[in-house]
């Protein structure tokens, strides 16, 4: 077999590791989709990320049918979607539900959104941008975040920690609640990621994530259990007014 | 300790007959196909998006100094910290080192196959450290302390009473046949876990290179919380895993969830670029990311199976391979299971050790049918067969196959033995299905068909011999 | 399960299917050299005499090269190419001159045509062994790609399912055309087995090397079989009916299995 380049003293492992890989690559490999031809590794037009729309999934093209979409893949992800046609609206959704599932105590952090609705419920709220002890956060019965966006074709949230007070408050608390803007909504994965490119062109924040549903496993005998260990149940209350400065 | 093949033969045998085994496979993976069809299906072009896959990935292969490079560079510039391992002994020496210097106690774990390949847990342990698996699946094999028995559903192979009975075994639990009560055992227990360890250790699915960020698939939430509370966050990943483009993940992301567990996106994708970044409320104040080889420039370096490198770990060439449901996880012996494993693991393990998994195929090729990336699956497992032969054939193999050639070559010869074997048939019926029978390996489980009294040939000559 | 469409008789004599599907000159012209794989030649004479059968009665001319062994198959599976090539080579050169070479079994149809050009890459014999692939063809797929043809004038009265040899069905594409000419047997109702693209466990040196793997995968492929109630199986891969016929046998299960060939040439 094809020896291993030895290691020498002196050579780190990043020098090793990148010779072998350049030894590796002068002997060329077949395009998968030429296996018999001598193509140059070259990418093909195809695989442009633009292109990607037309083979993943379809998603509409009007917002209406985007937000449809989102809802009907909440319903399958058995996320709970609430329209509401604005903040005031969104503010007393929450507070149902606090009662509803009697709340005790919730963990927030100090959105334009997140702050109102947060102290509708009138509960004790654990605000995550002072920091917190995990034990404390763990208490909470609920976590309300807001959101980078929605995105349609998959039902998913995407969050990060500028968006969502940190890492841990849209994952700890058994309940996640989001509060999102229509305007936020984007048709597929492409679209959230090219934006977010551009949001933190400055600097990514360290966590950005996709949330698409409670969590769940299937690893006992292959039967949907919700609620693994992230929350067991996922909230979205979409709030139908622009953002502050926006027609 | 036997060899590898030995052990291989007794397990696969052993479970080849084990109905119940059988039947639980089959119950388990029927959901999946059911899932995995319909999402397929609601792809505008499945084949295409495969032919995109499969060209990106061999971008990212090909071009796998590059990438990585970039992806190092970009990482570094955030806080992370990156170890260059080129095989499993200096990722696992980084790890305790770190592990040592920082005065880790207690760690918690989300799921890596990269990790159980280098025996990353055994490394800890022996060190003293406590060592937690929070993945549901993961959490089970290791209180059973046994391995994972499928590289995406650890706990496949295992029914609800026996996770049950674990449970009260090893956790004093009440006895229960509620998925979802077992289910929050295991919750409760992680919780205090994720926020008592010093250290989370994470696999990676992707690393993009564009960004420096890695990129994590999961169901659970544990990975987010083993990545998320303790102070310093471990990645252990392949340097096979390099994505050249953060938007590629638009496309891996679904059908990474498709074909490897039948849905549209997984819960939880999470793209993590550094440490916690000044101003940010939590996170890991360390972020380290491991880079390893082990092995995989070697198969880099062949090129008629460089593309087994694209593979991006979905498991779904195990859901559809009539071995891996027959014999299961645990018969392969190592790591990976089923083809991609029976390709890889003889060039990451030793080639004539472990040649026979690449043996151990009727090459019906639903593998290479089925994968995501188009990787070639089952003319590797033939091409691994050919590398065995040709590095050290096995003597009285080589003399029967020399036969054989020697034989095939010449018709009237052929002919000849034929009507020996005609002619000698009732003999060997005599002694059917016994040890005598030369063609035990068949006639033990299955007849054996009768030689024609007049092959085809003979009845076209006569034929042939009739108008002319 | 896929129902028979009855089709007056009329319409599907064989002459006006011939002059439908092809041009009537080029198609008599065709030149076929039979590929009958040595246990086909040893174990199934039947087939190998039911594809000559259907051919002569669709009014082409049928030829044997006579000195047919084996493919080499066996050897190139187990690692031992120079073996395999040393036997290839002989049917290289005895299909040399043939202009289209029809063969019954999926598996080594598969062998000479997809798998030829790697056991001969960057060796002497390459280029015979690409010029030969283009000219392999596997049964169903000759009478229903090649000549456009599905109905062949058959009766074979019963319910059947179908069996879906492995290199037929990933390495050639056949799919649809074996359902197709099933479809126009008269008289014959095909179902759908739920396993029938899963490998029946054959694969050659496989199944005696690894045989209680072999015949595990047989008895799943079995129950499948029986789970569907069909009086016979059909399939178009010998070496998979000496598996999935022979592990019945064993059980006592057994129920008759027919090469695709000869419910083809049933009338």
């Not at chain 1, 083979?55 to 209406?64: A, D, I, K, N």
């Not at chain 1, 039902?155 to 968006?163: A, D, I, N, R, W």
């Not at chain 2, 674990?166 to 929050?184: I, N, Q, V």
Request: net charge neutral.
């Amino acid at each position: 077999m094809v020896g291993q380049t030895e290691r020498k003293i002196g050579v780190t492992g990043r020098d090793l590791i990148l010779a072998r890989i350049r030894e590796g690559l002068q002997r060329r490999a077949p395009h998968p989709l030429h296996p018999h031809g001598d193509a140059t590794p070259k990418l093909s037009d195809n695989t442009s990320p633009e292109q990607f729309e037309h083979w993943l999934p379809e998603v509409g093209h009007r917002s209406e049918e985007q937000l449809a979409l989102f809802v009907r893949n909440c319903e399958g992800l058995r996320a709970r979607f609430i329209r509401c046609m604005d903040l005031t609206t969104a503010c007393r959704a929450f507070q149902e539900l606090a009662v509803s599932h009697r709340w005790k105590r919730i963990a927030a952090h100090r959105g334009l959104l997140a702050i109102p609705a947060a102290e509708a419920t009138g509960l004790p709220v654990l605000w995550t941008d002072e920091g917190y002890a995990a034990q404390d956060l763990d208490q909470c019965d609920a976590g309300l975040t807001e959101c980078d966006a929605l995105v349609a074709q998959t039902g998913s949230v995407l969050v990060s920690t500028q968006s969502a007070g940190g890492r841990a408050l849209s994952v700890l608390p058994p309940h996640h609640v989001v509060l999102a803007r229509t305007s936020q909504m984007v048709p597929d994965l492409a679209c959230a990621l090219r934006d977010a490119a551009q949001r933190y062109k400055t600097g990514w924040p360290s966590y950005v994530g996709f949330i698409t549903g409670p969590s769940r496993t299937g690893d006992i005998e292959r039967i949907l259990v919700l609620g693994a260990h992230g929350p067991k149940e996922l909230t979205i209350l979409c709030v139908d007014d622009p953002a502050p400065g926006n027609p | 300790m036997s060899a590898p093949v030995v052990d291989f033969h007794k397990m696969s045998d052993r479970y080849s007959a084990d109905l119940r085994h059988r039947a639980l496979i089959q119950k388990a993976l029927g959901a999946y196909y059911v899932k995995r069809d319909e999402f397929k299906s609601r792809f505008q072009s499945w084949p295409e998006a495969r032919n995109v896959a499969a060209s990106i990935k061999y971008d990212a292969v090909n071009h796998l100094d590059d990438y990585l490079v970039e992806f190092v560079e970009k990482a570094e510039a955030r806080g992370t910290k990156v170890c260059w391992a080129p095989g499993a002994d200096e990722a696992r020496a980084y790890i305790v080192n770190l592990a040592r210097s920082r005065g880790v106690r207690s760690i918690i774990k989300s799921k890596t196959m990269t990790g159980e390949e280098i025996h990353l847990n055994e490394a800890l342990e022996a060190e003293g450290l406590e060592v937690v698996e929070s993945d549901l699946g993961e959490y089970i094999v290791q209180l059973r302390e046994e391995p994972p028995y499928h590289i995406v559903f650890p706990a496949m192979h295992l029914t609800r009473g026996e996770i049950s009975d674990l449970f009260h075994e090893k956790l004093g639990t009440a006895a229960t046949d509620s998925p979802e009560e077992l289910t929050m055992i295991a919750r409760d227990v992680m919780r205090r876990k994720y926020r008592e360890a010093d250290m989370g250790i994470s696999g990676a699915n992707f690393a993009v290179a564009e960004t420096g960020q890695i990129s994590i698939t999961e169901n659970e939430g544990n990975a987010r919380l083993t990545t998320s509370l303790p102070k310093i966050h471990v990645a252990i990943v392949g340097i096979e895993k390099v994505l050249p483009k953060l938007e590629d993940l638009a496309l891996f992301l679904p059908m990474l969830a498709t074909s490897g567990a039948g849905q549209p996106l997984t819960c939880y994708n999470s793209l993590i670029g550094g440490p916690r970044q000044p101003g940010e409320v939590d996170g890991p104040e360390e972020f380290h990311v491991v880079l390893l080889d082990n092995r995989r420039t070697q198969i880099l370096a062949d090129p008629e199976q460089r593309d087994t490198l694209s593979c991006i770990r979905c498991g779904a060439c195990l859901n559809v391979c009539p071995i891996f449901k027959n014999v299961g996880g645990h018969s392969y012996g190592t790591t990976y299971q089923g083809p991609i494993g029976s390709v890889i693991t003889p060039h990451l393990r030793g080639l004539q050790s472990w040649k026979h998994l690449s043996s151990a195929s009727s090459l019906c090729g639903a593998c290479t049918e089925t994968c995501p990336v188009k990787i070639n699956l089952h003319h590797h497992l033939l091409q691994n067969r050919r590398n065995a032969v040709q590095e050290k054939p096995t003597a009285w193999e080589q003399v029967l196959f020399r036969g054989f050639a020697f034989l095939m070559r010449r018709p009237t010869l052929f002919k000849l033995a034929a009507r020996f074997g005609f002619l000698a048939e009732p003999l060997r019926r005599a002694v059917d299905r016994t040890p005598l029978d030369p063609l035990f390996a068949w006639t033990q489980s299955r007849a054996f068909p009768p030689l024609a009294a007049e092959p085809f040939s003979a009845w076209w000559a006569k034929r042939r011999g009739k108008s002319a | 399960m896929t129902p028979l469409i009855r089709r007056p008789k009329s319409i599907d004599t064989v002459p006006f299917v011939l002059f439908r599907s092809y041009d009537f000159r080029t198609l008599l012209s065709l030149k076929i050299s039979l590929f009958v794989p040595c246990f086909v030649d040893q174990l199934y004479p039947n087939v190998g005499i039911s594809m000559v059968h259907v051919l002569e009665r669709l009014g082409l001319e049928v030829d044997y090269p006579e000195g047919q062994t084996c493919c080499g198959q066996p050897a190139f599976n187990s690692g031992y190419w120079e073996e395999a090539r040393s036997v290839a080579a002989h049917s290289l050169d005895l299909f040399a001159d043939a202009e289209h070479v029809v063969g019954g079994s999926g598996s080594c149809v598969a062998m000479m045509k997809v798998f030829y050009p790697e056991l001969f890459h960057g060796q002497p014999g390459e280029e015979k062994a690409k010029n030969l692939s283009g000219r392999m063809w596997e049964f169903s797929d000759f009478l229903v790609t090649k000549l456009g043809v599905t109905d062949v004038g058959a009766r074979f009265p019963g319910r059947a399912t179908f069996h879906d040899g492995c290199h037929g069905l990933r390495e050639l594409g056949l799919k649809a055309a074996p359902r197709a000419l099933l479809g126009a047997v008269r008289d014959l109702e095909l179902v759908e087995m739920k396993e029938a693209e899963t490998c029946c466990g054959f694969g050659g040196t496989f199944a005696v090397k690894f045989p209680m793997i072999s015949t595990a995968m047989a008895d799943v492929k079995c129950a499948s079989i029986a789970e569907t109630g069909a009086d016979f199986l059909i399939s178009n891969d010998s070496s998979c009916m000496m598996q999935i016929r022979g592990r019945m046998d064993n059980q006592g299960t057994a129920i008759p299995c027919y090469h695709l060939a000869e419910v083809l040439a049933a009338q």
